[in-house]
């Protein structure tokens, strides 16, 4: 029998901000982060339903530049917690894309916002 290592990640306060590469810690939405199977890192975040950078939408689901900066931000966290990357060191992303696989899931909730989960691989 496997463990869940995804129930194992908690939602309870951001990472510290150098390790997401922010300013302030409201722009931080990495959570928590932990070793998965088969070399993945999985990255907690939570994404928030309206962001002053990342909301031009009028439709209930999350904003996909907020998604892209959680997993960004999650790119960081892995690279200086689990390669021994220095924080501070200059970085400088080229490309970078991903996929929604269940539109369903990126949803909004009236008044709340809604806890999810990545995997950086």
Known sequence: MTSDPYGKLTFDQTVPR???H???VGEVFVTDSAPGPDGDFLVAVQVPRAHSLWFDRLVPFHDPFSTAE???QGSF???HRYCRV???LP???LRWQFRVHDLARTATTSGRRCRGSCVTR
Request: charged share 10%.
């Open 77 to 79: 966290v892995v690279l």
């Open 91 to 93: 970085f400088s992303l």
């Open 86 to 88: 220095p924080v501070g």
């Open 70 to 72: 959680a997993a960004r």
């Open 18 to 20: 150098s390790l997401a």
């Open 22 to 24: 922010r300013q302030a």
